[in-house]
């Protein structure tokens, strides 16, 4: 199993990016998919996690309307569209799979999308918003 992100940068409070988590190794239908992030000092975050199975995604409070993860199953990638980012939203972002899971898992990692539920991961990609 390989994740590679790519489209960290920086950018200025308001503006966007995108960001690619690119598997290889194994297929995306099964999996869940999170996108997380990590700024110094503080704890690993879960940002969003999308579910092939039964198609179901999460938001963390935080970034709840300002982004959107979606997925490629044929490019076998996942996406983070970040809209109007703040500085707050500074940090290394991380892209991480695990499964299969039954339904019942399913629904128990979606519940929270926390890091400690994904076994593999990616190596991180900065995002800095800084005027």
């Known amino acids: 199993v390989q994740l590679v992100e790519s489209g960290g940068g920086l950018v200025q409070p308001g503006g966007s990016l995108r960001l690619s988590c690119a598997a290889s190794?194994?297929?995306?239908?099964?999996?869940?998919i999170g996108w997380f992030r990590q700024a110094p000092g503080k704890e690993r975050e879960g940002v969003s996690c999308?579910?092939?199975?039964?198609?179901?995604?999460y938001y963390s409070d935080s970034v709840k309307g300002r982004f959107t993860i979606s997925r490629d199953n044929a490019q076998n990638t996942v996406y983070l569209q970040m809209n109007s980012l703040k500085v707050e939203d500074t940090a290394v972002y991380y892209c991480?799979?695990?499964?299969?899971?039954?339904?019942?898992?399913?629904?128990?990692?979606?519940?929270?999308?926390?890091?400690?539920?994904?076994?593999?991961w990616g190596q991180g990609t900065q995002v800095t918003v800084s005027s």
């Open positions: 999308i579910s092939r199975s039964d198609g179901s995604t």
């Open positions: 991480a799979a695990d499964g299969p899971f039954s339904t019942a898992q399913v629904m128990r990692v979606m519940r929270t999308c926390s890091y400690r539920d994904f076994g593999s």
């Open positions: 190794g194994f297929t995306l239908h099964y999996y869940i």
